[in-house]
T-cell receptor, first 114, second 114 residues
Framework: AQSVTQLGSHVSVSEGALVLLRCNYS??????LFWYVQYPNQGLQLLLK??????LVKGINGFEAEFKKSETSFHLTKPSAHMSDAAEYFC????????????FGGGTRLMVKP | SAVISQKPSRDICQRGTSLTIQCQVD?????MFWYRQQPGQSLTLIAT?????????ESGFVIDKFPISRPNLTFSTLTVSNMSPEDSSIYLC???????????FGPGTRLTVL
């Protein structure tokens, strides 16, 4: 079975500051990893994903994440926060041959201060 | 990605009634899922909607409460039956396209039960 832990249910940064949202996973097999973003009153939008290959993946809106197998982590970063980044962020894991079933972390609400 | 629509986008219902939520995709997909997102919480998988057969429900969810249909490869419905205030949530469908490893989400249906 897989599990995902997102450290920090709420993260607050100033506009222009570094954004770091933490995600650690547990999986008995090499996982696929995803970050989704949910803006207020909207569904989930895919930010980025890691399946195979390069461990540093770039996504939309200037976000990127690095898969670190030794640390079982997939932290999400953005060099400079923008007010429009305020949203809920979800890390998720799936096992490639398990029907694309996703296991979600608890979510992190990012607040951006002017 | 796929263009996914859900109807209704939101509804306010009375206790004891039922609501059917529709999920429509612009192209054929292999897999369709239904999730519940309770207020301030992460996503919980309700069931996998199987085309032409009964849905596969996750632990804690039963067909009598959440009947699901999937008559073809682009459409599914979720019914929330005999509603109580505890059913107040956002309900989201997601899909996986052929050859893809990624779930894409609809905009969600925000349900309030009084």
């Amino acid at each position: 079975a897989q599990s995902v832990t997102q450290l920090g249910s709420h993260v607050s940064v100033s506009e222009g500051a570094l954004v770091l949202l933490r995600c650690n996973y547990s999986s008995s097999v090499p996982p696929y990893l995803f970050w989704y973003v949910q803006y207020p009153n909207q569904g989930l939008q895919l930010l980025l994903k890691y399946t195979t290959g390069a461990t540093l993946v770039k996504g939309i809106n200037g976000f990127e994440a690095e898969f670190k197998k030794s640390e079982t982590s997939f932290h999400l970063t953005k060099p400079s926060a923008h007010m429009s980044d305020a949203a809920e962020y979800f890390c998720a894991v799936s096992v490639p041959w398990a029907g694309n079933m996703l296991t979600f972390g608890g979510g992190t609400r990012l607040m951006v201060k002017p | 990605s796929a263009v996914i629509s859900q109807k209704p986008s939101r509804d306010i219902c009375q206790r004891g009634t039922s609501l059917t939520i529709q999920c429509q995709v612009d192209s054929q997909v292999t897999m369709m899922f239904w999730y519940r997102q309770q207020p301030g919480q992460s996503l919980t998988l309700i069931a996998t909607a199987n085309q032409g057969s009964e849905a596969t429900y996750e632990s804690g969810f039963v067909i009598d409460k959440f009947p699901i249909s999937r008559p073809n490869l682009t459409f599914s419905t979720l019914t929330v039956s005999n509603m109580s205030p505890e059913d107040s949530s956002i309900y989201l469908c997601s899909v996986v396209r052929p050859g893809s490893d990624t779930q894409y989400f609809g905009p969600g249906t925000r349900l309030t039960v009084l």
